[in-house]
Each structure stands twice: as C-alpha cells, then as structure tokens.
Nanobody, 123 residues
C-alpha cells in the first residue's frame, strides 16, 4: 500500500519560512509527478506546486515564494516556503501521480494523497 507522509508543518510568524517534506513508502521514481496542495479556510483545495519529468509549476498565489524539489534516492519531496502570509494558513497535502507525460492540469489526476500537515501563519 502506497503511503505519503508529510512533515514540517507548524506555526510561524508572517514573513517567516517553513520547509515541508513528504516521504513515500515506495520509490518516488514510480511517480512521474508529485505535488503539494493546500486547503485554506473557506476555499477549495488548490495547487501549491508540482514537480516531475524536469518541470515545475506553481500556483499563482504562491509563485515567487515557494520552491518544490525532490530527491529520488530519498523518496522525498520538499516544499520550501518563504515570506509566509496569514492567508497561507491551511492544511498542506502531498500527492503523487503515476505515469503521464506532462504536468497535471487537475488535482484529480493524482493517484495518492497524504494525510496533510497544518501550517499556521500568525500576523
């Protein structure tokens, strides 16, 4: 059974930084794409960042403030978040997509999801 486990969430002051990590129970090279999504209060779950096959894409609300990276050897994907704002508060989920040749355009394309990690940004 594939498991994705997120860590690194917590509370931080506005302007601060956090690094989230996601470790998979299987080799991440089984997944062509991995991504981070978030559920913020009152909003639908949205994409934060996706990485795979040499490409990256970022959500408009975080572009320029976050960086996604992955290490196939360690079966881990990271999300570096800088200049955090109170509106970044929410639950952050890691997701993995099997197969595919282009960056996913919809979160429904992802096959596996983690349980999420809470990020709280205080003003």
């Amino acid at each position: 059974q594939v498991q994705l486990v997120e860590s690194g969430g917590g509370s931080v002051q506005a302007g601060g930084s956090l690094i989230l990590s996601c470790t998979t129970s299987t080799d991440t090279d089984n997944f062509n794409y991995m991504g981070w999504f978030r559920q913020t209060p009152g909003k639908e779950r949205e994409e934060v960042a996706t990485i795979g096959r040499g490409a990256r894409q970022y959500g408009e609300s975080v572009k320029g403030r976050v960086t996604i990276s992955r290490d196939l050897a360690e079966n881990t994907v990271w999300l570096q978040m800088n200049s955090l704002k109170p509106e970044d508060t929410g639950v952050y989920y890691c997701a993995a997509k099997v197969g595919g040749w282009s960056l996913p355009s919809n979160q429904r394309e992802f096959n596996y999801w983690g349980q999420g990690t809470q990020v709280t940004v205080a003003s």
